[in-house]
Nanobody, 118 residues
Framework: VQLVESGGGSVQAGGSLTLSCAASDYILKHCMAWFRQAPGKEREEVAQIDSDGNTNYADSVKGRFTVAKDNANETLYLQMNTLKAEDTGMYYC??????????????WGQGTQVTVHS
């Protein structure tokens, strides 16, 4: 198993959660991203961090979510603040086929569930 997510749970709207994705030094050199999938909806990318540490966010989470890599601990994080009910879903971390984000994501963790109660 190359990617292991943790940190999901149930929280009230307005609350915070931090998701973790245990990886490896090799994987962290790739572009990595967090995706989520709500029931009945397609999986969507919410945050991305490339090999240089540059980040991009979906408009729906800008200003509330922060993605970061911790190379020392070989972990990818997603700090989620001011959570909303529409943030509910299964969250997955992923890394790119090659190093660059443009190569696409085809390596996935098993996911961690986030439920936000309004």
């Amino acid at each position: 198993v190359q990617l292991v997510e943790s940190g999901g749970g149930s929280v009230q709207a307005g609350g915070s959660l931090t998701l973790s994705c245990a990886a490896s030094d090799y994987i962290l050199k790739h572009c990595m991203a967090w995706f989520r999938q709500a029931p009945g909806k397609e999986r969507e990318e919410v945050a991305q961090i490339d090999s240089d540490g540059n980040t991009n966010y979906a408009d729906s989470v800008k200003g509330r979510f922060t993605v970061a890599k911790d190379n020392a601990n070989e972990t990818l994080y997603l700090q989620m603040n001011t959570l909303k009910a529409e943030d509910t879903g299964m969250y997955y971390c992923a890394y790119a086929h090659w190093v660059t984000c443009q190569s696409g994501f085809d390596n996935w963790g098993q996911g961690t569930q986030v439920t936000v109660h309004s």
